[in-house]
Structure formats: C-alpha cells, structure tokens
C-alpha cells in the first residue's frame, strides 16, 4: 500500500518561494510516476506537475517558469519548488501516483493521494 505525506506549505508573500515535499513509501518515487494537483476553495482539482520514471517533467502553463518538480530516489521523495508565488497559487498541494491514461493531467489518472498541504500567498 502507498502512503504519501506532504509537508512543507505555509504563509508567503507574493513574489516568495516554498519548497513541498511528498515523502512515499519504500519504493515509490523509483517504481511509479508522480504528481501535483492543488484545490482552491470552490475550485475543481488543478493538475500542477508531473514526472516520469525517465526524470521526464510537465507542467500547467499556469506555473511553467516558476514551479519546478523534483525526485530523490534515495529519500524516496518528491518535490515541487515554487518560486514567484502568485495570490492565485492559494491552494491545498497534493501529491499522488499516476496510474494510467492518455494524459499526465488528468487527475482520474491518478491513485494514492496525499492528504495535502496548505499554501497561502498574501498580496
């Protein structure tokens, strides 16, 4: 069974940078694709990253040049660097293993999700 685990949202001005983390269990990170999704109060789920076994990276236009996903094998985790954060990116960032489809941005490709983590950018 994999279990996903976020951590690190927070309170950030706009035009900040936060670093989350998804910390998987054994195995995970190396075995299985992996992305971001975040939900804004009143909003549908939003695809924000993902990556490939082949270290492969996507992202919504809505945060190309700014956010980043990352791995590390070792730690069995996975990263989403966001810089020049936006009021906007206002969300719960949650990370989740991608089970199959036609597209990485579909979250109902998507199994074993995280419960979330918090991020809030003030104007």
């Given at each position: 069974?994999?279990?996903?685990?976020?951590?690190?949202?927070?309170?950030?001005?706009?035009g900040?940078?936060?670093?989350?983390?998804?910390?998987?269990?054994?195995?995970?990170?190396?075995?299985?694709?992996?992305?971001?999704?975040?939900?804004?109060?009143?909003?549908?789920?939003?695809?924000?990253?993902?990556?490939?076994?082949?270290?492969?990276?996507?992202y919504?236009?809505?945060?190309?040049?700014?956010?980043?996903?990352?791995?590390?094998?070792?730690?069995n985790?996975?990263?989403?660097?966001?810089?020049?954060?936006?009021?906007?990116?206002?969300?719960?960032?949650?990370?989740?293993?991608?089970?199959?489809?036609?597209?990485?941005?579909?979250?109902?490709?998507?199994?074993?999700?995280?419960?979330?983590?918090?991020?809030?950018?003030?104007?």
């Amino acid at each position: 069974q994999v279990q996903l685990v976020e951590s690190g949202g927070g309170l950030v001005q706009a035009g900040g940078s936060l670093r989350l983390s998804c910390a998987a269990s054994e195995g995970t990170v190396v075995s299985y694709q992996l992305g971001w999704f975040r939900q804004a109060p009143g909003k549908e789920r939003e695809f924000v990253a993902a990556i490939t076994w082949s270290g492969s990276t996507y992202y919504a236009d809505a945060v190309k040049g700014r956010f980043t996903i990352s791995r590390s094998n070792v730690k069995n985790t996975v990263y989403l660097q966001m810089n020049s954060l936006k009021p906007e990116d206002t969300a719960v960032y949650c990370c989740a293993v991608f089970r199959g489809g036609s597209k990485y941005s579909l979250p109902d490709g998507y199994h074993y999700w995280g419960q979330g983590t918090q991020v809030t950018v003030s104007s």
